[in-house]
């Protein structure tokens, strides 16, 4: 009794500077969660956002350690590898949540867009739906190249030889990128810069914006012919949603560290900018786009791909298009698919080969 | 609370618990600086009848680092060919005397100080020990 | 799902998740004990050898890389470089190289050990030639004209050399004879003049020390019917240790000093070699010897050098080297003890069979008794065993604290030789050729006589049947003692 006196004191105390209604904070987060939501596939939104925090709780880690010059960069990392204790198992968890990170936000965008979740009102959502995937792909090509062994060093010749070559603002872009006529330590600088502050930031505000987006539209109501409407539509957040993405982060975790144990992150050849390796290939998140490059020449080839982006971006006005001229012919999901299979065509070409 | 949902309750939260804790651990274990202790090691660079008084030989260190070894007749010198300026290699001029960078006109002495130029510090020496007839040189330890 | 069932799903995955850090743990606490392999790094002619070599004898390269020469930058040609004017030079993949690397060659980086190596017996091993081993296996184990190869002795070839070095003759196109390469003998005489072969205890490619520590090394040669030192350590209490405490011994550590960086048990290399806190290691294995156990009569092994009039380091001042070995595990009284113990035992070897049987053989080769070939005759073949074989067995068992070489393999087998073999056979030997008469069997009378007076000695006289009457007694009264003691 004497304890719970002292608790209740405390607790009026902060309540007096930190003046906050409980009840209300309460009502307003725990929205009940719309039924439909209880399809499994449903959950590829949390996840990459698990994995988000992930990546940010190891890369805070490994910053202890990293050095971002050219001299000591690849040490740096060999010594984590190898010296630090544990440092193998935080590189691997944060190497393997960034390929999983990837796959993800690929697959949530893939339900998004298979449910026709970019319509009205949607539709400003799922734009920045899409520049949260770009982010992404950003820093999984700066977070690479850090590692400054020849892959990190000619990925990144490459990469920004690539964007050197884009029509008008390609040499502005690349010296920008690069920090420099090529690459080098002012190279290293800026990737770092922008893969531990620039992109995190941005990313920490689209997702916050993109989860604010989705709290006011709400999720997409989705319902297969013929599903028994149940008697409550919704179910509580807390406990139970919470719980589920519970289940989702331990087992994202188990599976990661499996991962690690069984993958563990590796490390190639230091960087030499005096030998090219035979066969440069970047990651396998960009062997479509590498495809495509080699299929075509530079301008079909940049422009190209800039125009699947625009395209991408603005999809829910094309489709809107497609519904008033051919209403249920469900064009997007067909064009979609079309779109899909090209794109899994090319990176697995891009595999073999 | 019923005896089945508290032994739930606590199944789940120790399971949890524990295994965020191990974890935990491991990653502040992560945070404790390794020693820094910078380990050579002795490499043999070769017969001392190699380098000749006057004369100098070429080496790579574990890094691929260049250096040049010369025999002044007196003792043997090692330096790094490295400007301490951007980090071009430098190459020896006989006539002068000097160790010349071209990326930015710098000049070195044959002990590596800085004689002109925009070089900020000397070039790295390398300590040598000559043991009977062979040549060595401490280098920094490199693992695979 | 049920909110019971979620967190019972947790948990599950939980415990899973628990035992996938479990492994991590063991994976990093793993991580240290393994440790990291080193970066090697050898001159670019080395590089080639190795390209190719690790096609055509990979577990020689991977030896040579496991070795502390890969790591500290010597590769191939760094010992294997030859010049234009050596002898074993050959034109090999556009480098210049002799396959035979001698003492000299290693000298350039291992200058002290070569010199002390240079000037101990070890360097003198392959100086057998004429001695009477060398006619044993060229002339009567062996042949070196039909049955030869290049004209050597097959026997001396694989046998005698292989332990004591051939001299490596190079041939016309600049390869070595096969008669007398390979050979890692410690004797070996190279091309290149120098004596001897660091690879016979510092095995290659690997080129460990741990390997030369170990009595193993040092057994290859030394063991055997006639000097068999590695089955007398075994015997002692030195090996019984060795063997008990291996994983103690600390073989792998530089510097390698008894009493500090192990202290479990002495090698072979300890007492006769390697450093303790005070002594630094010598390669010149003589250096803590005093007795010369070889000959047929043993002597000081300063005594040849001082009748040559050359100046060495005495036999006291090696003794004294020995003792403070022994010192390091035993107190000085024991030591000195045991001192006292072995000198007498190399004494009555001496006095009692070493000088009479080797008088009497001298005598009867000066008279004539004997042809003055070797080996023909059976009582040389006894002799040779008596000094050779059992004689030195007692003696090396002595030396090395073995009782069972030095009484059942030793004494008691020289004694055997020398009263059922060696005076029966003398004895015979000269009554034949008193038979025959002439001069020869003036010479043999003579011998029979001073083997009689051998005989007469105190210690023969058991021989003869003549024992005190005082002498019999004690003997009876010690039997019944005996008797007494283990009826019990």
């Given at each position: ?12 105390w902060?309540?007096?500077r ?16 719309p ?70 936000v ?36 700066t ?6 062994d020849?892959?990190?060093?000619w ?7 690539i ?12 010296d920008f ?22 992109f ?17 539209n ?82 079909i ?32 999901v067909?064009?979609g ?16 080969v | ?5 508290f ?26 600086p ?7 090691r ?36 090692a ?66 | ?6 967190k ?38 080395s ?16 030896q ?21 004017t ?36 070890h360097?003198?091993a ?16 062996g ?23 051939s ?5 016309a ?23 001897g072969?660091?690879?016979?205890c ?39 240790a ?87 595990c ?47 005759e ?91 009457g ?19």
């Amino acid at each position: 009794m004497f304890k719970e006196l002292k608790f209740a004191r405390v607790v009026d105390w902060v309540k007096e500077r930190f003046p906050v209604d409980v009840e209300e904070m309460k009502s307003l987060t725990n929205e009940p969660v719309p039924n439909h939501l209880k399809h499994w596939w449903f959950a590829l939104g949390g996840t990459p956002a698990i994995l988000f925090v992930i990546q940010i709780v190891t890369g805070v880690f490994l910053l202890f350690h990293y050095v971002p010059t050219p001299e000591q960069a690849y040490e740096s990392v060999d010594k984590i590898t190898n010296e630090v204790a544990f440092g193998w198992y935080v590189r691997s968890l944060h190497k393997w949540a960034s390929e999983l990170m990837i796959v993800t936000v690929m697959l949530h965008m893939s339900r998004v867009f298979f449910t026709g979740a970019y319509r009205k009102p949607r539709e400003l959502n799922w734009m920045v739906g899409v520049v949260i995937l770009f982010v992404t792909l950003g820093l999984a090509f700066t977070g690479y190249s850090l590692i400054y062994d020849q892959l990190s060093y000619w990925a990144a010749m490459v990469g920004t030889e690539i964007a050197a070559s884009t029509p008008v603002v390609g040499p502005l872009a690349a010296d920008f990128i690069r920090g420099g006529p090529e690459v080098s330590g002012n190279t290293l600088t800026r990737f770092f810069a922008l893969h531990v502050v620039i992109f995190p930031a941005l990313l920490i505000g689209l997702v916050v914006l993109h989860i604010v987006f989705v709290r006011l539209n709400g999720v997409t109501q989705f319902e297969f012919e013929g599903e028994r409407r149940s008697r409550h539509r919704t179910f509580p957040l807390f406990p139970d949603h919470v719980l589920t993405e519970a289940m989702l982060a331990i087992l994202i975790l188990y599976l990661l560290t499996m991962m690690s144990v069984i993958f563990p992150a590796g490390l190639g050849d230091r960087a030499d900018p005096l030998i090219t390796p035979e066969h440069i290939k970047p990651e396998w998140y960009f062997f479509a786009s590498f495809r495509w490059l080699k299929l075509t020449n530079v301008y079909i080839g940049i422009v190209g791909q800039i125009f699947f982006v625009g395209l991408i971006i603005a999809w829910p006005f094309i489709d809107k298009v497609f519904e008033s001229k051919f209403p249920r012919a469900e064009l997007s999901v067909w064009i979609g698919f079309l779109g899909f299979t090209f794109y899994l065509i090319l990176t697995v070409w891009e595999a073999l080969v | 609370m019923s005896r089945r949902a508290f032994f739930i309750n606590a199944l789940m939260g120790v399971s949890l618990l524990s295994g965020i804790a191990l974890m935990a651990s491991y990653f502040v274990r992560f945070l404790f600086p390794v020693s820094n202790v910078k380990v050579s090691r002795k490499l043999y660079v070769g017969d001392v009848r190699q380098i000749p008084p006057g004369k100098s030989t070429s080496f790579t260190d574990l890094k691929g680092q260049k250096l040049n070894i010369v025999n002044t007749g007196d003792e043997f010198i090692a330096l790094s060919t490295k400007c301490t300026h951007l980090g071009c290699q430098v190459f020896w001029k006989e006539r002068e005397r000097l160790f010349f960078c071209p990326c930015h006109d710098g000049f070195f002495d044959e002990r590596g100080n800085v004689v002109k130029g925009p070089p900020p510090a000397p070039l790295t020496t390398y300590k040598v020990e000559v043991v009977g007839q062979g040549v060595y040189i401490y280098v920094d330890e490199v693992h695979v | 799902m049920s909110l019971n069932t979620k967190k019972i799903v947790i948990a599950v995955i939980g415990l899973f998740f628990m035992g996938a850090l479990l492994i991590v743990g063991g994976i990093e606490s793993n991580k240290r004990v393994l440790g990291k392999k080193a970066y090697i790094k050898v001159s670019a002619t080395s590089e080639n050898c190795v390209d190719c070599h690790t096609v055509t004898s990979p577990s020689l390269v991977e030896q040579w890389r496991d070795s502390k020469h890969a790591l500290k930058g010597v590769g191939c040609v760094e010992c294997h470089a030859a010049e234009s004017t050596d002898a074993d030079a050959w034109e090999h993949e556009g480098t210049l190289v002799a396959v035979v690397v001698s003492p000299k060659d290693c000298s350039k980086c291992h200058a002290d050990e070569n010199e002390q190596f240079q000037a101990s017996h070890h360097a003198d091993a392959g100086k057998i030639i004429g001695s009477l081993d060398n006619v044993l296996a060229e002339v009567i184990e062996g042949d070196m004209g039909r049955l030869s190869l290049n004209g050597q002795s097959p026997v001396a070839i694989n046998g005698c050399w292989q332990c004591h070095g051939s001299v490596v003759k190079i041939m016309a196109d600049g390869r070595p004879d096969p008669a007398t390469w390979p050979n890692t003998g410690i004797g070996r005489i190279n091309p290149d003049g120098s004596k001897g072969s660091c690879s016979a205890c510092h095995s290659r490619h690997r080129f460990s020390v741990v390997v030369s520590r170990q009595p193993d090394s040092c057994g290859k040669c030394h063991m055997g019917p006639d000097h068999p030192q590695k089955e007398i350590y075994e015997e002692s209490k030195h090996g019984i240790a060795f063997k008990a405490f291996k994983q103690d011994m600390n073989l792998s550590a530089q510097p390698w000093r008894a009493g500090i960086e192990y202290s479990a048990a002495p090698t072979c290399a300890t007492c006769h070699m390697s450093a303790t806190e005070e002594l630094p290691v010598t390669h010149d294995v003589g250096m803590r010897i005093s007795w010369n156990l070889r000959p047929p009569i043993s002597e000081k092994i300063d005594a040849k050098a001082i009748k040559a009039g050359e100046q060495v380091v005495s036999w006291e001042d090696r003794r004294d080297n020995m003792k403070a070995v022994c010192s390091k595990c035993h107190s000085e009284n024991y030591v000195d003890g045991f001192y006292l113990q072995f000198d007498s035992a190399i004494n009555l070897y001496n006095e009692k069979y070493g000088k009479p049987a080797t008088a009497i053989i001298k005598m009867m080769k000066a008279g004539g008794v004997l042809t003055s070939t070797n080996f023909d005759e059976k009582l040389e073949w006894t002799y040779f065993y008596l000094w050779h074989h059992e004689g030195r067995r007692a003696r090396h068992g002595a030396s090395m604290m073995a009782p069972d070489y030095t009484q059942w393999h030793g004494f008691f087998e020289v004694a055997e030789r020398f009263y059922i073999h060696f005076v029966p056979e003398v004895r015979e030997a000269c009554e034949d050729r008193i038979r025959q008469g002439g001069d020869v069997a003036k010479a043999a009378k003579v011998v029979l006589a001073e083997l009689d007076s051998i005989l007469n000695r105190e210690e023969h006289m058991w021989f003869l049947g003549k024992m005190t009457g005082d002498e019999k007694a004690r003997r009876k009264a010690a039997a019944e003692e005996f008797k007494k003691r283990y009826a019990q």
